[in-house]
């Protein structure tokens, strides 16, 4: 079993803290270890370092050796642009599978927080053991959900499909967008739905295939790719076929198109930490405790429910309710917690404007 972190978003609504230089994924944002650190040690606990691979942004490459130096530099999968999950998860699965070409692929997204993963682990690897099984299967990980969330996609269960001791599979009966607030709560209420974590196991051949019935594009570039692995022409072929690759997800690529996809439900304490509202969430969750996180010292007056992360100058509050504090060298946010999912489009304005410098 080969697992891929995927590592190369920007996480542009944790800005002034995650930037185009250093994304939130290679931050310590939520323990003692980088984000792509957390995810690695994770699955070390099912497959050895040499079986995980993490694709990334060229620009990134380096940060990721470094953060992971137990990791053979070579399961480095350098991306020439970043185009969506799709174009990762075909790159991977074009070099993985010049390798080995009967191998169970897994992709998992490097900036999730997890907290109780055993679940999730016990999941993987009875999902490793259906494909054995059941080798046309494309098998995806859902979230039981907590909260009538908005922020996340939904995947609705049909049949049980197979029961592996605790673990069961569903057909996956539909995949669905991020809702209002109202059809969340009735997702919620049924039992029904999962969040949709992003997270995906299957057998490398499979995958190919169904780029092949699916996205017939990113196919005929995957196997360019795939017959250059190991010649001296790869990062030539790489260069001119990855940057072509349709930019779109892997969900609408391929899997709200497959017939044969099986969720398995988990339930762990799971974010994928989009926002700095996810982030205090996740982290402390009581509306009116803070959560605190400065190089220097913060001294705070009857405030309520504030997030402060900062550097290494004194930051005091008085008297405030909700607010997000983020002191960078360069730029500091305040917002409005309700807010929080517009400092992505402060990013775009900033850049389209080139105010700043290291966005």
Avoid at 50 to 57: G, K, L, P, Y
Wanted: glycine share 6%; net charge negative; charged share 30%.
């Amino acid at each position: 079993m080969k697992l891929v972190i995927m590592a190369g978003g920007r996480g542009t609504r944790l800005w002034p803290m995650s930037r185009k230089s250093l994304p939130k994924q290679f931050q310590k944002l939520v323990s003692d270890k980088t984000m792509l650190q957390d995810t690695f040690e994770r699955l070390k606990k099912i497959t050895p370092a040499e079986n995980i691979f993490v694709s990334t942004n060229r620009e990134y490459a380096d940060i990721a050796k470094e953060q992971l130096s137990e990791m053979p530099a070579g399961n480095i999968i350098s991306e020439p642009v970043g185009r969506n999950t799709a174009p990762c998860i075909a790159l991977s699965a074009a070099i993985v599978s010049a390798q080995d070409e009967n191998s169970v692929i897994g992709f998992f997204p490097a900036d999730h927080f997890i907290k109780n993963s055993e679940g999730l682990l016990e999941a993987i690897r009875k999902a490793d053991m259906l494909l054995e099984k059941y080798p046309d299967h494309l098998i995806t990980f859902g979230i039981n959900p907590s909260a009538p969330e908005t922020g996340y996609g939904y995947i609705e269960k049909g049949e049980l499909s197979e029961k592996l001791d605790s673990v069961e599979f569903f057909k996956a009966k539909r995949f669905v967008e991020k809702p209002d607030l109202e059809t969340a709560q009735k997702y919620l209420d049924s039992g029904n739905f999962f969040w949709n974590s992003g997270m995906f196991l299957f057998k490398v051949g499979t995958i190919i295939e169904k780029f092949k019935a699916y996205s017939p594009d990113i196919y005929s570039r995957l196997v360019n790719i795939k017959n250059a692995v190991g010649t001296d022409g790869f990062e030539k072929i790489l260069e001119e076929e990855f940057p072509k690759m349709d930019k779109i997800s892997i969900d609408y690529a391929v899997m709200e198109n497959e017939p044969n996809v099986i969720v398995a439900p988990v339930s762990i304490d799971w974010s994928d930490v989009g926002s700095w509202t996810a982030l205090k969430e996740t982290l402390v969750g009581d509306n009116k405790e803070h959560l605190v996180k400065v190089e220097g010292e913060h001294i705070d007056f009857d405030s309520e429910n504030l997030l402060v992360y900062g550097s290494d100058k004194l930051i005091t509050t008085i008297g405030v309710k909700d607010l997000i504090i983020v002191d960078t060298p360069d730029a500091i946010l305040i917002c409005d917690r309700n807010k929080s999912q517009l400092v992505s489009d402060v990013v775009k304005k900033l850049e389209s404007e080139g105010k700043i410098k290291n966005l």
